[in-house]
């Protein structure tokens, strides 16, 4: 069993640095607009060849209310018409995507993001779901890994039957805070009874798995209102936790502009919310698998994690990273053998590239040698908390310390500050560097010189 994280301050002020999260390397940053349709049909193509098992992500962006921490591609409307239009060009997708792939090509994993997935309504869901079954090959006997995100304020019952009977087995809660004064300076009011019931309607229903997510450093936050919330949501009992740091960067994400900066809480606060939150958590069973991500010990990403096969893409942590990412709907992100491409992030382009019959691709990356191998190194930390030199100079056929012998020194002062344990033939991420494992992978990180540091959030 991994040994437990341990906090240690000074460590964390030293390295709590603004980077990348790396659901993918290269990251989205690199993305650029010379990658199009064309590189996704030659994507598919090989994909289909390999009989590449199938990840697929749909982005439903419409929220009837505005959240204003949100940093999602969303359009707030309370017209739930205007979700025909979008689900009439995202069928349309579906059928020029699916026509590039092989039926055997088996669905081991779905997930629907927004937005608010469940603003669509019971028909507008059920025939979504037709269509993707009509083109995309299911697995019938509910091993697939089906999960949806929820609002409980758009969730009841006969929604939460309703995603049970499409095949839909987990759900992933947005709950962020439960104290009323964060609430309204974030424009969330959301009760623990609608939490609750949506849980146990879940749990009723035999969905595998309930994951919650939390942020952490809201406008009005405490350490003592967020540990309440902690231990309410604790009392929940959910099989993942996801506690985010809240990144306050409104000169990019125009609803945080709604958001007072004076009353967000202070630095050293933040770190106190955190520390607080990760004793609360353990001291109830969860393993910290990485990255804001907690689950309990018995949870897939857990067991994952001991046995070295946990991996990471544009959902989070996975054990579908050998399956090919197919990102559907505007803003979504694909990943395809070498190959990244995300659709148009504006709503508007989306639809009219797919009324006239054509895939929204916008831009992309394909990656090179030193990209694979970097993204190797980056996954097996970000992971495992370990690297052994040997398994990627075997993979690339390098030699791993002559290869980055640029870094090499940096690696020799995080290891000097008990981050990680370094030698000639691995890294280990000690228990003191686990909540900074992102400092470590950027080290390795090509571009990151390149990049603005106010285009990511801290570490902590």
């Known amino acids: 069993m991994l040994d437990a994280i341990r906090w240690d301050t000074d460590l964390i002020r030293r390295y709590d640095l603004a980077g990348p999260r790396y659901t993918s390397y290269p990251t ?56 025909l239009p979008y689900l009439q060009r995202l069928e349309q997708e579906i059928q020029l995507i699916a026509c590039h792939l092989d039926p055997n090509q088996k669905v081991e994993q779905l997930h629907f993001g927004g937005g ?76 623990l009874e609608e939490t609750r019931a949506v849980i146990e309607a879940a749990r009723t229903l035999q969905f595998r798995s309930i994951n919650i997510d939390l942020i952490y450093g809201l406008p009005k936050q405490t350490p003592d209102s967020f540990a309440r919330t902690v231990d309410e949501v604790i009392n929940l009992q959910p099989d993942r936790l996801s506690v985010f740091n809240y990144a306050h960067l409104p000169e990019r994400f125009m609803p945080q502009r709604r958001i007072n900066s004076n009353d ?26 990485g990255m804001d991500h907690f689950a309990l010990p018995d949870d897939e990403l857990a067991i994952a994690q001991e046995e070295s096969t946990l991996q990471r893409n544009f959902q989070g942590y996975t054990t579908h990273g050998h399956c090919d990412l197919i990102g559907l709907g505007v803003s979504a992100i694909s990943q395809i053998g070498d190959l990244y491409c995300q659709n148009s992030s504006d709503l508007n382009h989306y639809q009219t590239a797919l009324g006239d019959t054509q895939l929204a691709t916008s831009r992309g990356l394909l990656c090179n040698q030193d990209d694979r191998l970097r993204r190797e190194v980056i996954q097996q930390l970000m992971c495992n908390f370990s690297l052994e030199f040997a398994v990627i100079e075997q993979a690339f056929n390098i030699d791993f310390r002559g290869y980055f012998a640029d870094v090499w020194p940096q690696l020799q002062t995080m290891a000097e500050d008990g981050l990680i344990e370094l030698d000639n033939q691995r890294i280990s991420v000690l228990p003191a560097g686990r909540l900074l494992v992102r400092s470590v992978c950027m080290v390795f990180d090509a571009y990151l010189e390149q990049q603005n540091s106010q285009r990511f959030s801290r570490v902590i």
């Open 28 to 83: 989205a940053v690199q993305f650029n607009s010379q990658v199009g349709t064309f590189d996704l049909l030659h994507a598919l193509r090989d994909s289909r060849k390999a009989l590449r098992p199938l990840s697929l992500y749909v982005h439903i962006p419409f929220c009837a209310n505005i959240c204003y921490y949100c940093a999602c591609n969303k359009v707030i409307t309370k017209d739930r018409g205007r979700a």
């Open 116 to 191: 608010t997935p469940t603003f669509l309504s019971h028909d507008e869901l059920r025939q979504l779901m037709a269509q993707l079954r009509r083109h995309f090959n299911f697995l019938d006997n509910d091993s697939g890994d089906y999960g949806i995100e929820i609002d409980p304020r758009e969730a009841d019952w006969s929604t939460m039957g309703l995603l049970r009977e499409l095949g839909f087995n987990r759900v992933s809660i947005g709950l962020q805070d439960l104290d009323p004064q964060v609430q309204r300076a974030v424009n969330r009011p959301q009760s």
């Open 264 to 289: 967000l809480p202070a630095p050293a606060e933040k770190l106190e919310m955190l520390h607080r939150t990760i004793e609360q958590l353990s001291a109830a069973g969860y393993r910290y698998i």
